[in-house]
């Protein structure tokens, strides 16, 4: 996974919400008029895989008599009192009900809540498959360590209510707690370690994590970064220390002022790359990698400002990670090179029409989480272009002024897509209904094709004529025309709104090339033969044949059946290679676990691909070493629609190595391993497109049409 930044999400609220939403609470999304403050003690026992809590809260204001918590279902309840007396509850699968009495529903209540739990999701230590981040992992305590989210209900969460905190976490010996806020100290007692927090940043949600950590600070320019790394870690701490330091002054100064008390990266024992208030999550074998600090790291500090700081209000859908992409992953790009800024723009396009299907898609405005790759697709690919485009349809000033005006009104509130239009509809001083009414709300993406394109030559030089058409429904969108001449490049705009714009560019010079949109400022929808088969083309499919080689013997299965997982291949048929027919393949992508023996197979792999039971050559080089491993995805040379991909292993062994790291390589063609380190990687050349054509050289003596 070398040069591939690890996907990151913003837990804050996401697990909260969903979870509320479950237990029937509604204003559980839309916190109102009460507010509560925890004065909360945790004690840790991770050889139960437990936790004894108590909670004071007081409650002001709370409303219609009637206070709702949400706890683990998993919850036993020892005492429930108001004001220091025992007071009757119900609690049933996860939701705790308190009836106030008359003169308590409009005067500040003290709760007390004191409380038993068990959190035992099991942490994988080597998933198979990465689409979900999260790994279904809500809460786990163990001796390796503890990890709590917002929605997991390790506290008592109050429904319709903004909530601070004062936290204690009471762990073994060395065991350092870490959350959102600010750390008031670290304490030794006897065979213990307590932990003090304050929040004062009335959060939706707090998730806890807790280890052997070794605390490491540095303060810069006003600003604070820690970082809670395992001893085996320890010296990353500089590092990041400087990388955190160094992003949060350029955000700092982008967006305004730094949120929260500092920033933290704390490791977790399992792999993770999760961000909330003020810091981010992640496996200790992630943050070894060299680019992290450069990639995900940004990443997961630019949602300190979105999502974070300002709030998403998700039941109009998800924006901050699109934004945080944009700003963070994308800008780095930019700032890199105009070519790497294209080539980031170029894999949006790819990664969406590869794995979105037009049956499969849904608007922006009904996106919450990534779960898969179609929902990252959307979530991040298609919403990073969309402000891309918002960018350029406002332009430079107004973008900017437009996000800080944003931050500075929404600062831990909640802001929704109609809110983000606003204040870019301020900043523009102009209506943008048309922009987010067809790139937000309603799902698709601008289709185009040229047609009838041509070249005539006048007495003064040469007219390009031809039309654009756009496939329902259309969009409204200036596009850029980039004629390549024998004087060099002619540029045009063209504004499209329905289906046929007709276009006319004189130059008086001899055309050679016209291109669409040739440096992908917009979001559309590429058609098969302009995007090369890729790693991702793989995982976007709906059917696969699997073809287990006869050679790989007993083991072939495994490998396909570990294999297919990884990649998240769900309609899979797996066929022994002596079963397997070429031409009776039928209607599927194919993908072969091993090299064939049938003459038939190998005809269906790229020519320039060089291989043998024993070795392959590929990118340019050899390998014939026992831990060396060969991936490829082609066009099927009979089916243009369908793709043959190449799991080539030259042992057992090696295939184990490098089967869950291949998914991570989405946008290449051809990948090569040697005892599970990347040495090669490449992407197929396209030559094909409906949105360029090519014309040979003027012959001589030439007469076309008078312009």
Known sequence: MRGQPIPLICFALNCLLVWAGMHGIAGATMPTGSMAHHDLTIRLFPEKSELEGRDLIRIQRPEKGTVHLLLSPRTRIHSVRIDGHDHPYSFNRGRMTVNLDRSQSTLNVDL???????????????????????????????????FLLSGAGWYPHVADARQSFGLTVDGPDDTVAVTAGRLLGIDRRGARTVSRWRIDNHLEG????????????RIQNGLTATTYLFPGNQALAP??????????????????????????????FFPTGYGFPGYTLMGGRVLQLPFIPETSLSHEIVHSWWGNGVLVDAASGNWCEGLTSYTADYLIKEQASSRAAV???????????????????????????????????????KSTMVFHMLRREVGEDAFWASLRHLYGQFRFKHASWKDLQERFEAQAGRPLDTFFRQWVYRPGALQIRLENVRP??????????????????????????ALDTDEGPVGRSIHLSDRLTEFEIITPAYPRSLTADPDHHLFRRLIPEEMPPTVNTLKGSTTVAVVIADRL?????AIALRFSEAMGLDNVRMVREADFIAAKAGESNLLFVGLPGQPEALRLFPRNLKLTPEAFDAGGRHFDGSGDVLFAVNRHPDRSGDIVALLHPLSVEAADQTALKIPHYGRYSYLGFSDGSNRIKGTWAVNDSPVMV??????????????
């Open 112 to 146: 007390s809540i004191e409380y038993t739990c068990r959190f035992d999701d099991p942490a994988p230590v080597r998933p198979v498959n990465t689409d979900n981040p999260g790994f279904g992992v809500s809460g786990t305590i163990s001796t390796s360590g503890t």
């Open 206 to 217: 707090l998730s806890l994590s807790a280890g052997p950590y070794v605390v490491e600070k």
């Open 239 to 268: 590092r990041y220390l400087e990388a955190s330091l160094r992003h949060l002054k350029r955000y700092n100064d982008l967006f305004g002022a730094y949120p929260f008390d500092g920033f933290a990266v704390v490791e977790n």
């Open 343 to 381: 080539d980031y723009r170029r894999q949006a396009l790819r990664n969406y029409a590869t794995l979105v299907s037009p049956a499969a898609d849904f608007p922006l405005s009904r996106f919450r989480s990534r779960t898969d790759p179609v929902t990252k697709a959307v979530g991040y690919d």
């Open 456 to 481: 005539v030559e006048g007495r003064q030089g040469w007219r390009t004529v031809g039309r654009l058409v756009q496939q329902s429904p259309f969009y409204d969108v200036t596009l850029e025309l």
């Open 553 to 557: 013997g007993q083991s072939g299965e």
């Open 694 to 707: 090519r014309w040979h050289p003027v012959p001589p003596n030439h007469q076309g049409d008078p312009p």
